[in-house]
């Protein structure tokens, strides 16, 4: 099975910006939507971007404009820069893999995960 892990998060004032990593151990960009995700305290887990096998991308409206998603198939790693963060991206953010923009079902066992902090 693919593992999954991510880094890259950490501790950053508003405003600032982090680019996160998520290293798959398996070559699967190639077939399958690579996702990232938020949990936020008290919250649900929900998808902030994905980027599909052919490059297209998609965004959560609360992310739009802020993040980007991107990949290195050589590397078989996906990225996630942040800029212009605010308090309300503090979360734990994962990746994960599956099909469609909105990836409704994921293939992979959830990671650790990256605590990124946004704060004063």
């Known amino acids: 099975q693919v593992q999954l892990v991510e880094s890259g998060g950490g501790l950053v004032q508003p405003g600032g910006s982090l680019r996160l990593s998520c290293a798959a151990s398996g070559s699967i960009f190639g077939t399958y939507t690579m996702g990232w995700y938020q949990q936020a305290p008290w919250k649900q887990r929900e998808l902030v971007a994905s980027i599909s096998n052919v490059g297209s991308t998609n965004y959560a409206d609360s992310v739009k404009g802020r993040f980007t998603i991107s990949r290195d198939h050589a590397k078989n790693t996906v990225y996630l820069q942040m800029n212009s963060l605010k308090s309300e991206d503090t979360a734990v953010y994962y990746c994960?893999?599956?099909?469609?923009?909105?990836?409704?079902?994921?293939?992979?066992?959830w990671g650790q995960g990256t605590q990124v902090t946004v704060s004063s």
């Open positions: 994960n893999f599956g099909f469609g923009p909105t990836i409704t079902k994921v293939f992979g066992s």
